[in-house]
């Protein structure tokens, strides 16, 4: 606080007092003095200001919000006008704060002209949350208390764009819109206060100032007319009047001991009688035109300046991301070269493997190890090592009791060479009168059985061909440059092995009997069901198929559950999850439900009398297994109108599906 007893009859410019009194100049234009109250230091005679502890503005300067003070007192230190104050026009109470914690908000100060409520928790609490966010309050407690209780809170009117509220009755109010949209054209359905407080002072309040600062003499750091009045008090009290002063002296006590003040009725506070009675000025018409267009155009300009920094701001971002665009069009431009030269290297390197294949393809061999692919061996086939697949080979071959070279890989016919009769012979599509053997096919079966030219891969690389294009899913196209051969071998090797195998592994994985189930029985499904009566795990599998142009076709091919044209299969597993011959069903339309194919296939006769057969729950095949003397183990459905299932039904289901999944691995 500063004490001075500077004569005030010697500051000329308002700057001048604040730079005496160390306070800013918008400060000095927030003073309001007291009609009754004198200073209370004893010896000043000086009218205490408002708000300044009963006192005058050199005894203390306290009259204003400083920053520096404590959380409840210092909002509006920013000292942007007096109807920002705490208080304004003899308000008995000050106006409620704003709930956001924003500091800019806080330097703006208090609002007397309305307050705007927050949407209610009633109508829409994502609403209330939204607005919360927009409004950017962090403050976790504060969050939690407003969505609590949002009516207790209120909100300033600068948080609100100008486009969404207006001016009527001295307050502020919300206009009522549809729809709300904000600077970035995102659409609310409330007033979103999201508007800058930045641009609300250098819009809205800095033309206020202009309008309070003209009203009040201010321009041209004039000084205004109650420094004036202060100043003929200082210059004209007596040295026995300010001697006689005490803290507790009123302006009615100093008017009884002083003989030299004036009429009380003239001033507001007492004055010597020597002091001219101030003059009160009338403004023209023309005068007050002059002021009116005067304050539009400086509020045209300050909308200008704004949209022009506005405008600046925006050409400013745009040429930084203009710069951005073409740095990364550059750097694009660098990479597609680098690319480029990197693609031209690649097809060179290509083309000299392509080369160096031709010369040196592939062969079974490979795989041992030292070789190319000794490493990967697992990778490239279906067994680890070259030991698993060299055995596993033997063993298809089955040469017990024949002659070197006579064994069944050894002499497989390419596909090419298989006449239609015999293709259809194998595949079961002949008549009794296609099965006639014609003079012309018995020529070519004789021409057939004359062998021909030697094979140009052994068999065992033709092995390692089949595993190539089914293990690692290689493309015809990309086969050939490795093993030097053409599209139509791998098409034969391909083929040929496939039925191979077929028939092989049918011979392999017979049918079991009951005895050796019970062998291998896991003792996991015992311990889950209680029992060793399940024989066989039954579900479907899809596979998807080409689109019929024909609707008819297209309609049967439909699986309603891949949403695609499929075929399906009836597939089966033991409780280990290993299939068996008779257990893989022909191929169904994907229209064809589950119990159908089940009853077509007939594949429930392969289960002994009085096993069981475990289902998912849409094979309703009850009926089915009853006829055969068999048990069928399948989930229970929901039934029309129940909303839960009971405790065992519950379990029964969890049981099953958790006993369900050696035939989920195997589809």
Not at 198 to 204: A, G, H
Not at 372 to 393: C, Q
Not at 453 to 470: A, G, I, N, Q
Not at 505 to 533: D, N
């Amino acid at each position: 606080m500063v004490v001075t007893t500077v004569s005030l009859d010697s500051i000329t410019q308002l700057s001048d007092l604040a730079t005496y009194l160390g306070v800013d100049v918008k400060a000095l234009r927030l003073v309001s003095l007291h009609r009754t109250v004198i200073c209370k230091r004893d010896g000043c005679i000086l009218p205490a200001a408002e708000h300044n502890r009963s006192k005058c503005i050199l005894c203390s300067q306290r009259w204003f919000p400083l920053s520096t003070s404590a959380a409840n007192g210092r909002r509006g230190y920013g000292l942007y006008g007096p109807k920002f104050m705490r208080s304004y026009q003899n308000c008995k109470s000050p106006p409620a704060s704003c709930c956001c914690d924003t500091p800019l908000c806080e330097k703006i100060g208090y609002s007397h002209e309305g307050m705007i409520t927050l949407p209610s928790k009633t109508k829409c609490d994502k609403d209330l949350i939204s607005f919360i966010n927009a409004l950017g309050i962090q403050d976790r407690t504060l969050r939690d208390k407003i969505i609590e209780q949002p009516r207790s809170y209120r909100v300033a009117p600068w948080h609100i764009s100008p486009n969404h509220r207006e001016f009527v009755s001295g307050k502020w109010s919300l206009k009522k819109m549809d729809v709300y949209k904000d600077r970035d054209g995102k659409a609310w359905p409330f007033a979103p206060p999201n508007h800058s407080l930045q641009e609300y002072i250098d819009v809205e309040i800095h033309e206020y100032q202009r309008d309070f600062e003209y009203c009040r003499n201010g321009y041209d750091n004039e000084l205004p007319n109650w420094i004036k009045k202060l100043s003929r008090i200082q210059k004209n009290a007596s040295p026995a009047a300010l001697s006689s002063v005490t803290p507790s002296t009123t302006a009615s006590s100093l008017k009884t001991s002083t003989t030299s003040l004036s009429k009380p009725k003239q001033l507001t506070f007492a004055t010597p009688a020597t002091a001219p009675r101030p003059r009160s000025k009338r403004t023209a018409k023309d005068t007050l035109e002059i002021m009116n267009l005067d304050t539009k155009l400086r509020r045209v300009e300050g909308e200008k300046k704004s949209s022009e920094k506005q405008h600046t701001e925006d050409i400013i971002q745009l040429k930084k991301i203009i710069e951005e665009l073409e740095q990364e069009r550059a750097k694009a431009l660098r990479r597609v070269g680098e690319l480029t030269a990197e693609n031209t290297d690649l097809k060179s390197e290509l083309h000299k493997l392509k080369q160096n294949t031709a010369q040196l393809p592939l062969t079974f061999d490979d795989l041992k190890p030292g070789g190319v692919l000794g490493k990967s061996v697992s990778v490239f086939t279906f067994f680890p090592t070259y030991e698993a697949n060299d055995a596993f080979l033997e063993l298809l071959n089955f040469t017990e009791e024949c002659d070197k070279g006579d064994g069944l890989c050894e002499n497989m016919r390419s596909y090419s060479c298989v006449s239609m009769h015999e293709r259809r012979k194998y595949n079961g599509m002949a008549s009794d009168d296609d099965m006639s053997i014609s003079s012309s096919d018995e020529e070519e079966d004789a021409k057939e059985e004359t062998r021909g030219r030697k094979r140009s891969l052994d068999w065992k690389t033709e092995w390692l061909v089949y595993c190539c294009y089914v293990k690692c899913g290689m493309t015809m196209e990309q086969i050939l440059p490795f093993f030097g051969i053409g599209q139509t071998k791998v098409h034969n090797i391909v083929y040929g092995w496939a039925n191979v195998l077929c028939l092989a592994l049918k011979e392999f994985f017979p049918t079991p009997t009951r005895s050796q189930m019970l062998k291998a029985y896991p003792k996991s499904m015992i311990r889950k069901l209680g029992h060793a009566k399940i024989f066989q795990l039954l579900d479907a599998t899809e596979w998807f198929a080409e689109i019929a142009s024909m609707k008819t076709v297209n309609s049967i091919l439909y699986s309603t559950y891949k949403h695609n044209s499929t075929l399906k299969f009836l597939a089966g597993c033991d409780p280990i999850g290993i299939p068996w011959a008779d257990s893989i069903s022909e191929g169904y339309p994907g229209a064809v439900s589950d119990p159908v194919i089940t009853t077509q296939t007939d594949i429930l006769s392969r289960v002994p009398y009085g096993c069981a057969v475990q289902v998912d729950k849409g094979f309703l095949i009850d009926n089915e297994c009853a006829e055969k003397g068999l048990i069928c183990i399948r989930p229970q459905k929901m039934l029309t109108g129940q909303q839960q299932q009971s405790a065992n039904e519950t379990a029964r289901h969890q049981k099953v599906g958790i006993t369900r999944i050696p035939v989920e691995q195997m589809n």
